[in-house]
């Protein structure tokens, strides 16, 4: 008995999902053939067939039927794929490369847009405003024929969606091995003090504009955002005694900043002081030029005075000069019988400053004359006179 023909129990609740009894018992597995028959039979009526004639003259129309429903629901969902994948939207930060038939057609802005189904297929959707970054991490050899370990960050956007997704397969990878390139041969020219220390910003803007230039001759779409050398470092090897040099070359930067400071501290003051000392030497030569220029005025004077009358201008010479050697000079007064005072000069002490004593002697009022008189012999008063006429003379050539 097939396993769809009724059982004896006549239960209308045992029925499978097509209207038919569930089998009981130990009967063997479900007919397929009655499976498909049923299904056809189904998909017939829903799309307006007719059962096939009773008899089991199934024949060709049960057979055109069968094909004509499933080329109804291929159609069917064709056409429902067909509306789904011909709408589609496109975000604000991202660009959609449109191919016709395998070639470019267009870049759709952001929005809500239309494609021909089965003709226009999206090839990609560029993001042209995220910034990108991409790490490299090499050791590369200097031009003095060093080793140095360069870790560099490359920031870049996906400026031309069209050129991104179509010019090149990979653009990712092409950035790398270009940036990788760029900055083996910008360090294969520099030294190893220069790309460890002063170089490092010289550098890292050559391997910018090398990197742009390469990027500009794939035509990959991509513009670079920002690059930066973020570390430069010798071998673990070597690393000690590299370390020593740059402490090494920190001092002698730090003793030359000192030695400035304390040249720009120190150099003002000795402008200064030269200045002033100028300025001083300039006004000394003044003060001498005019006392030479008055004293020839005034020996001009009295050249003309004493061409005129020379015993009063000797006389008034001799007079001037005594005066000079009296004013400056300690005095002794004598009070003479009759009442007039006489001034003499204090020969004795005027010895003793000549002889080197280097003391001044107070002045004596009251002392006869004849006490200090008495103890001159005629060498002293020779001596003395010989004093006061080479004071006149030195005061006349000046």
Same mark, same amino acid.
């Given at each position: 008995? +097939? @396993?769809?023909?009724?059982?004896? %129990?006549?239960?209308?609740n045992d029925q499978d999902p097509w209207g038919n009894r569930r089998r009981k018992g130990n009967d063997g597995p479900p007919d397929l053939d009655e499976i498909f028959k049923q299904v056809n039979e189904k998909l017939? /009526? @829903?799309l307006g067939g007719k059962k096939k004639g009773g008899g089991g003259s199934s024949g060709s %129309? %049960?057979?055109? +039927? *069968? &094909? %004509? +429903?499933? #080329?109804?629901? $291929?159609?069917?969902?064709? $056409?429902a794929y067909a509306a789904y994948d011909s709408i589609y939207t496109v975000d604000e930060s991202e660009r959609a490369v449109i191919l016709r038939l395998g070639e470019f057609s267009s870049i759709? #802005?952001?929005?809500?847009?239309? /494609?021909?189904?089965?003709?226009d297929r999206i090839d990609q959707k560029v993001n042209v405003t995220e910034v990108r970054s991409l790490r $490299?991490?090499? *050791?590369m050899l200097t031009g003095d024929e060093n080793i140095v370990s360069v870790t560099m960050t490359v920031e870049y956007r996906a400026a031309d969606a069209q /050129? &991104?997704? #179509?010019?090149?397969?990979?653009?990712?990878? *092409? $950035?790398a091995n270009a940036a990788e390139s760029a900055l083996r041969h910008v360090i294969g020219s520099a030294t190893l003090e220069q790309a460890l220390t002063v170089g490092r910003d010289q550098i890292q803007l050559s391997v910018r504009d090398r990197l742009q230039n390469y990027l500009n001759l794939y035509d990959v779409g991509i513009e670079l955002a920002q690059l930066n050398i973020n570390d430069t470092s010798p071998p673990q090897q070597v690393q000690a005694a590299f370390d020593d040099v740059i402490t090494a070359r920190e001092d002698q930067q730090r003793l030359i900043n000192e030695a400035q400071a304390y040249a720009n501290q120190i150099l003002p003051v000795a402008q200064g002081r030269a200045r002033r000392q100028l300025e001083e030497a300039q006004a000394y030569r003044e003060q001498v030029v005019a006392n030479a220029t008055g004293e020839a005025d005034r020996f001009s004077d009295i050249l003309g005075a004493y061409s005129e009358a020379p015993e009063v201008t000797r006389e008034r010479l001799y007079l001037e000069s005594i005066s000079r050697i009296y004013a400056n000079s300690s005095k002794v007064l004598v009070d003479v019988e009759g009442g007039n005072n006489m001034m003499y000069l204090p020969l004795d002490q005027l010895r003793r400053n000549a002889s080197g004593g280097g003391q001044s002697s107070a002045s004596q009022i009251g002392s006869p004359a004849g006490s200090n008189m008495n103890n001159l012999s005629n060498s002293d008063v020779r001596s003395l006179t010989d004093q006061i006429l080479r004071e006149i003379d030195r005061r006349r050539a000046n």
């Open positions: 008995m +097939a @396993w769809n023909e009724p059982p004896n %129990g006549n239960n209308n017939n /009526k @829903w %129309g %049960g057979s055109g +039927a *069968s &094909f %004509g +429903a499933i #080329l109804g629901i $291929l159609l069917v969902v064709v $056409l759709q #802005l952001p929005g809500l847009h239309f /494609k021909v189904p089965f003709i $490299l991490q090499e *050791s /050129k &991104f997704a #179509l010019n090149v397969q990979q653009p990712e990878t *092409s $950035l």
